[in-house]
């Protein structure tokens, strides 16, 4: 027997409600509520409170010398007697268990058997002072029997048979360098193939990324005299951190406390490193009794957290004479690096999404992920989409060149509309809101396509100019990854102010704030009466991890759910007060009164007053869970996601052919987000998503030399876009909302990245007339383009 | 001759050295390592905890500070040349509730994500104000290219810039800051 | 170790002193903005440090004196750029190599005599100074010698300058009117950034003749900066013009340079883009003789 949970009611409820409103606060410009203090430089990050501990301890992670090595022995003897070094820690000091892998247990904290990148760590030295700590980690010695550095993914698979080849495995204690390998299968594709008019095939390829957050990763342990550990971290996922930290301790949830205080970017990339920095500050904290700081210097940021997985990729698309998309293939080997991290799912949402955002009758699709001995992968914005975008918008724009198309005509003819199924035989409603045609249309019309597309086609000389489009679409939320829901609590205090307790986390992206806008809309309070509080697993409600664009759809519906009860609790107070009926109460705090008699009246703060000397509580627990997703492992067929952003792209590029220089001249980006809440967020998410995504296409590439170590493990090696990078971007909206979704709101977060790569790339390889097929494209990249052009 | 941390004999004392200088208006005197940067003193010994360490190696622009009359990442300055100095962080240019019009242009901007690297922007920006009062988009590309903001608010940082020019020639130099969260 | 003391001298003198109590373990800080890295990267490792910031009164200038230009060492390289000396067209090429100098912050720290001390291709004001021919005046407790830039460096890190020695000036002689420069480099960002490669041009033109001309680049094979005889050989009296630049840059510079291949460029690209950013930085100093 299955009910309908109260929060879908309410949720929709509230959907068909506000569905034609003007909204007071949703939607609009607002001044969040951290806006002063850290304007003020007053916000305080993980590092910043290091000063409030006048007996802190400082741990400095000793790493290995080679990225592929069995360790033989190792002495601290020495290390531990240097002068000022309080304890050092190896791997037979974890009093619970060695390892914080984030989704599979194959990650130690500290090596002891092998090391498997560079950036594994053998020790932790503890110290009063952290240059006495990096002293003393000189002196510890290791015995290493360096194994045979594997740092090509196609070592370990072949791209066309996706077999493992025969080599020294990484992680053999599995037996196997394969972590997964996903599927889609749908119609006959040998068939379609046979009988499509055009085919067009390529292999391409995308770079390791760097988050390149501004705040390094951090963390101050401190231990509870009750045996428990309170840890302060930098983390998109303090939940998941205190998991993690008990389990190393060896100690219960509730005896390990993690706060989040500001958080200086994420990205993803502070999704599971942050366990491993908690669990380094908490185990030195344990062991020495003492405050313990952990943070990284930016190298080792770079050679020690998750990357953007590479992805090598062969593509084959099939279409009818007409532009009809028949059929879609694809091989698809992602570069893991030496752990899972959050690679049993990157590799998922890659399949999802790996035939774009078409209507495909046909598909052969797999998806592969490998162990390797480069610097491990995780989740970066956009999560393994991203990657097939690049190589199917490619593969689009090559059809539309043989099919002799224009590339938005070919795109028009195939693209997801209401009523269509996807690849995995989803069908999609009006309920899940579909707007990606009116995305297209909006970015097509805005950078005047037509016109420009033919025009730059003719131009000569030294600089070229291009115009390319991309499109994607977005599964939102988690789906079939793992269980789907969110909370939050809203408490309104004695004196009218509002507290919004969750955990999810703001490091930068402004969802929570979204919150607070869908608050203040159903409360009818303004969103200046608000504050966030800082996520703290011994206060705050598990909300599930901030990551996935869910914060917004997920914790805007618990948002929903309870604001919904609480308004409804203070209508019938106000009621009380004012004599007219529920249903008739207008809050416009500071003022309350009857909508059909507006000269009675009340205030907000008497409401609140009444309803505490009436016993009314005014705090409320919203829950939401999202509807399950539907996966066949064997076919791929289903209902991955709940519902989908959709976005279109265009990109104006000049390039000078001489020096193979790229330079953007404008983005346009055209996202369907469904309703927009957080207008202020929104747009920044455009903008910023964009120039990263800028970085991706151009400049971003983290590159490990044969022995497995990283060339550019710095800012001035390792370029991201600065301000003389940034071209003008012209953000569009289209709201196709999601009946579903907390006043008809989708996720953006990751949506904003996604196919700004592919529409450079597309308007480079029109400026040019050549075919872009690797990230970045780098001057030498254009260059080489150029001139293989010229011999053929 | 003055001598810091050591005495001739002998090198690895580290001897404490005291340092006086003048921050954000007021004269300090601090007991510093000789091995110590500015960046750890304003931090950890005065707790000017705007100044930020984003990577400790002068590419990104979050630790900057004016020293006399200069824009300086303090994180390759050591301590030591702070003597007699006159710096201003960002908890100096402006006074308790107010803001500066730079601060309150990049708040009308809506520019505010993470705010990591906003102190060293704010300094970087006023440092270009100060010099050039009406500077051009290029001029404030130009000025800002050693900020890294990861989020990507550079687009609002130049309008931002732009906007606080426009205050401070209309003679607004600071805002009430109740006037921003009405 | 990672600590360090520090040793702050009342004048040049007393900083000479200092070099002969405590030898090799003394290690001289100009802005820090290159020595503070490799520290910190456990490439250089020192008991202590000499700082020369208190120096900077005697240290720091930008002079003309009998038909010379003098940068004192510890010039920063804001400085420089805002130096009222160098405003005109001759030192253009210095202007340019200020400007896109790493970031503003790094500018106003970072000097001409640390920039020079660096022995490395990255060296942008380096190699501006050698297309002007400058020479490095360096001062030991022994006195004073003065070494050609070009022939300063013996490899990547590496200078004739002993460890008990200073750099404490740059000089070059006074540009003719007809004279001017440019600077160039270029990488995959708008952006500040490192260059894959970077050229310096300087010239004097008789009319559209090249009567002389100085050309460096960040690496000509070796891992410092040098100059490009060669080619300058080459172009020496010929026209100014867009075709024998062409051509020399494609049929000389090439057999004068060995570039490398590393994971930043190969050197095809390398050689390929040199010769690119040559041409336009020739071209370029044409134009700012001529005052276009």
């Known amino acids: 027997m299955s009910t309908i949970p109260e929060y879908y009611k309410i949720v929709e409820e509230v959907f068909e409600k506000y569905k034609d409103k003007e909204f007071l606060f949703v939607g609009r410009h607002t001044q969040r509520w951290d806006s002063i203090e850290k304007i003020k430089g007053r916000a305080l990050f993980t590092a910043d409170f290091a000063r409030l501990y006048s007996n802190l301890v400082y741990v400095h992670s000793v790493r290995t010398k080679y990225a592929h090595a069995r360790i033989k022995s190792i002495d601290v003897s020495e290390a531990s007697k240097y002068p000022g070094v309080l304890r050092v820690i190896t791997a037979e000091d974890i009093p619970g268990i060695n390892d914080v892998g984030y989704v599979i247990p194959d990650q130690p904290l500290i090596a002891d058997r092998k090391v498997r990148y560079i950036g594994d760590i053998v020790a932790l030295v503890v110290a009063e002072n952290p240059l006495v700590a990096r002293e003393a980690g000189e002196l510890i010695s290791v015995e290493y029997e360096p194994l045979p550095v594997i740092t090509n993914p196609l070592d370990v698979v072949d791209l066309m048979t996706l077999k493992e080849k025969p080599h020294t495995l990484v992680h053999d204690e599995r037996g196997s360098d394969i972590l997964v390998h996903y599927k889609i299968r749908r119609g006959d594709i040998e068939k379609a193939m046979r009988e499509a008019d055009v085919k067009v095939e390529g292999v391409y390829k995308t770079p390791f990324q760097e988050h390149a957050y501004m705040e390094p990763e951090a963390s101050i342990a401190i231990p509870e005299p009750d045996g428990s550990v309170t840890v302060i971290a930098s983390t998109q996922c303090p939940f998941d951190v205190r998991k993690a930290v008990a389990k190393v301790l060896g100690l219960t949830l509730n005896k390990v406390r993690i706060v989040v205080p500001a958080v200086g970017g994420g990205f993803g990339g502070k999704e599971d490193v942050a366990n491993e920095v908690a669990a380094k500050a908490a185990l030195a904290a344990v062991l020495t009794g003492r405050p313990a700081l952990a943070v990284h210097t930016r190298e080792e940021s770079i050679i020690g957290h998750s990357k953007r997985h590479p992805m090598i990729a062969w593509y084959r698309h099939a279409a009818k004479k007409d532009g009809t998309l028949v059929a879609v293939e694809a091989n698809v080997v992602m570069d893991g690096g030496a752990y899972a991290s959050l690679g049993p799912f990157v590799p998922w949402r890659a399949t999802v999404h790996a035939t774009g955002p078409y209507k495909v009758q046909s598909a052969r699709v797999d998806v592969v992920r490998v162990y390797t001995n480069n610097v491990y992968t995780g989740a970066f914005r956009g999560f393994g989409n991203p990657q097939v975008i690049f190589a199917v918008e490619r593969q689009m724009d090559l059809l539309a060149e043989e099919l002799g198309m224009d590339p938005v005509e070919l795109r028009l003819k195939n693209i997801l509309r209401v009523g269509d199924e996807t690849v995995h035989g989803q069908k999609l409603t009006e309920e899940h809101g579909v707007g990606l045609e009116e995305a297209v249309m909006k970015a097509v019309e805005a950078s005047n396509w037509f016109e420009l597309r033919r025009r730059y086609s003719e131009i000569t000389g030294p600089v070229r100019k291009g115009i390319g489009i991309a499109l994607f679409y977005h599964g939102n939320s988690i789906g079939v990854e793992g269980a789907d829901y969110s909370s939050v609590t809203l408490i309104i205090n004695r004196d009218g102010s509002v507290s919004i307790r969750t955990g999810l986390t703001e490091f930068g992206q402004g969802s929570t704030w979204g919150l607070a806008l869908i608050a203040a809309e159903i409360l009818g309070v303004p969103p200046s009466y608000f504050k966030i509080e800082n996520p703290d697993t011994s206060a705050t409600p598990d909300a599930g991890p901030t990551v996935a664009s869910r914060a917004t759809v997920m914790g805007g519906a618990a948002t929903v759910v309870a604001a919904y009860k609480l308004r409804k609790r203070l209508n019938e107070v106000a009621s009380h007060i004012l004599g007219c009926d529920p249903d008739d109460v207008v809050i416009r705090a500071p003022d309350v009164y009857c909508s059909s008699d507006p000269s009675r009246r009340t205030r907000w703060a008497d409401v609140v007053e009444q309803s505490f000397w009436l016993g009314v509580p005014l705090q409320e627990f919203g829950y939401y869970r999202a509807p399950r997703a539907l996966w066949d492992e064997e076919t791929g067929q289903g209902a991955p996601y709940i519902t989908y952003t959709f976005g279109a792209i265009v990109a104006d590029v000049d390039v000078d052919i001489e020096t193979g220089l790229v330079k953007v001249n404008k983005i346009f980006t055209a996202y369907d987000i469904g309703k927009v809440i957080n207008r202020m967020g929104a747009e920044l998410n455009a903008e910023g998503g964009a120039i990263q995504a800028l970085g991706y296409a151009l400049m971003e590439e983290i590159i490990h030399d044969k022995e497995g170590r990283v060339s550019n493990p710095n800012l001035s090696t390792y370029y991201v876009p600065t301000i003389k990078d940034v071209p003008e971007i012209i953000p569009l909206w289209v709201e196709a909302k999601y009946r579903k979704g907390p006043l008809g709101a989708k996720g953006f977060g990751e949506p904003s990245f996604n196919a700004v790569a592919a529409a450079i790339a597309n308007a480079v390889a029109h400026a040019i007339r050549a075919n872009v097929t690797e990230l970045p494209i780098t001057p030498e990249r254009v260059y080489m383009l150029l001139k293989n052009k010229q011999k053929t | 001759m003055s001598e810091v941390g050591a005495s001739r004999a002998s090198w690895n004392t580290y001897r404490d050295v005291e340092v006086s200088f003048k921050v954000n208006g007021k004269e300090v005197r601090v007991r510093v390592k000789p091995y110590e940067r500015l960046l750890d003193v304003l931090r950890n010994k005065l707790g000017l905890l705007s100044v930020k360490e984003g990577c400790g190696r002068g590419e990104c622009g979050s630790c900057v500070v004016i020293m006399n009359g200069k824009l300086i990442p303090t994180c390759l300055t050591l301590a030591v040349r702070a003597e007699g100095s006159e710096i201003l962080t960002l908890e100096g240019i402006a006074p308790e509730g107010k803001l500066h019009a730079i601060q309150k242009a990049l708040l009308d901007t809506y520019s505010m994500q993470c705010g990591f690297c906003f102190p060293g922007v704010i300094m970087a920006s006023k440092y270009l104000l100060d010099k050039n009062p009406d500077p051009t988009e290029d001029e404030i590309r130009d000025a800002l290219d050693g900020n890294i903001c990861r989020c990507g608010s550079y687009l609002r940082f130049i309008k931002a810039v732009k906007l606080a020019s426009k205050y401070i020639k209309e003679g607004k130099v600071f805002f009430d800051e109740s006037e921003v969260l009405r | ?292």
Request: aromatic content about 8%.
């Open chain 3, 1 to 292: 170790m990672f600590r360090f003391d520090v040793y702050v001298p009342k004048d040049l003198r007393d900083a000479l002193e200092a070099f002969k109590i405590y030898g090799e373990e003394l290690v001289p800080i100009a802005g820090g903005t290159d020595l503070l890295v490799l520290y910190r990267q456990g490439m250089v490792r020192f008991k202590a440090l000499l700082d020369l910031w208190s120096l900077r009164n005697e240290l720091s200038y930008v002079k003309l004196e009998g038909g010379l230009v003098k940068i004192g060492a510890l010039t920063t390289i804001d400085e420089l750029s805002s130096s009222e000396l160098l405003k005109d067209k001759r030192f253009a090429g210095l202007r340019d190599a200020c400007k896109t100098f790493a970031s503003p912050f790094i500018r106003s720290v970072a000097t001409v005599g640390g920039n020079v001390g660096a022995a490395h291709p990255l060296s942008d004001i380096t190699i501006t100074l050698l297309t002007y021919d400058a020479s490095v005046k360096v001062r030991s407790l022994e006195g004073e010698r003065v070494v050609p830039l070009k022939s300063f460096f013996l490899d990547k890190r590496k200078t004739v300058k002993r460890p008990d020695e200073l750099i404490t000036e740059v000089f070059f002689s006074e540009p003719p009117n007809n004279a001017s420069s440019a600077f160039i480099k270029l990488d995959r960002k708008v952006g500040h950034g490192m260059g894959y490669v970077a050229v310096g041009v300087y010239a004097e033109l008789d009319g559209d003749v090249i009567k002389d001309v100085r050309i460096a680049f960040d690496s000509m094979g070796r891992a410092f900066p040098e100059r490009a005889l060669m080619t300058e050989n080459a172009l020496r009296g010929m026209e100014l013009s867009e075709r024998n630049v062409d051509k020399v840059v494609r049929e000389v510079l090439p057999k004068e340079m060995g570039r490398i291949s590393d994971y930043r460029a190969s050197a095809e690209y390398r050689l390929h883009l040199s010769q690119v950013l040559l041409k336009r930085a020739l071209l370029g100093v044409g134009r700012r003789v001529r005052g276009e």
